[in-house]
């Protein structure tokens, strides 16, 4: 589990086949403070198990279908990287839940300056409309932002001076993919739902009442 607080930004140095994926060597300083093998870590919004480390970066494989549904698949050598530890008892939580497990792959659609910062509009599929709300929750590349407006299949997001200069975001362009995971909460609430009510009487009637809008 993850909170969407990017801690730094690493560099892939070297992209090494697998039988059945692919093995990339990241370059790092902040994350590695007390990072091991078998620690999971999140990159690009990707959460990775780390199966090697040393005292100037780490490694983790991503198998066949990690890489046909994120991004990863189409990283080289030298690409910037938005790298977050897993969640401890005491972390601050200053994002929100994120687990590190990709929906979808959205496109910037456009961006526009906005003093202090920059709004972009991202396109993502249209079956996964119902998970996205205006000011609720989203990761972009790992990146823990606020849904802005919403139309159709597009949500806007509002990029501050911060979250450009210390995260991959800052080189964004029409067209670039992206890495989209939304709320896992929205997620379980459909879960609840699609199931039946459960023992404490749970329902769409229920959440309405409790201040829960939008397309349930």
């Known amino acids: 589990m993850f909170t969407g607080i990017v801690e730094e930004t690493g560099r892939l140095e070297r992209v090494e086949p697998l039988a059945d994926g692919r093995q990339l060597r990241i370059g790092a300083a902040r994350v590695l403070e007390d990072l091991k093998i078998e620690d999971s870590i999140a990159v690009n919004g990707v959460c990775l198990t780390v199966v090697a480390r040393d005292a100037a970066g780490f490694s983790v494989q991503a198998v066949r279908e990690t890489l ?8 080289s050598a030298g690409a910037a990287l938005n790298l977050e530890r897993a969640l401890t008892p005491s972390t601050r939580m200053g ?8 929906d979808c792959v959205g496109r910037v659609r456009s961006l526009t300056p906005a003093d202090p910062g920059r709004e972009v509009w991202i396109t993502f599929p249209r079956e ?5 709300v205006r000011t609720g929750s989203v990761a972009i590349e790992g990146v823990s ?3 802005a407006a919403v139309e159709g299949d597009a949500l806007k997001i509002a ?3 911060h979250t450009l200069d210390q995260t991959t975001l800052q080189g964004l362009a029409a067209g670039s993919a992206l890495n989209l995971e939304f709320d896992c909460l929205a997620k379980y609430v459909e879960g609840v739902l699609a199931h039946g009510r459960p023992s404490g009487g749970l329902d ?3 959440l309405r009442r409790m201040g ?5």
């Open 204 to 206: 769409e009637a229920a």
């Open 159 to 161: 990029l501050i001076p």
């Open 145 to 147: 932002l606020t849904v």
């Open 68 to 75: 046909s549904k994120t991004t990863i698949g189409s990283l």
């Open 128 to 132: 996964f409309a119902r998970y996205v």
């Open 95 to 102: 994002g929100h839940f994120v687990q590190g497990h990709v």
């Open 212 to 216: 829960y809008g939008g397309d349930l």
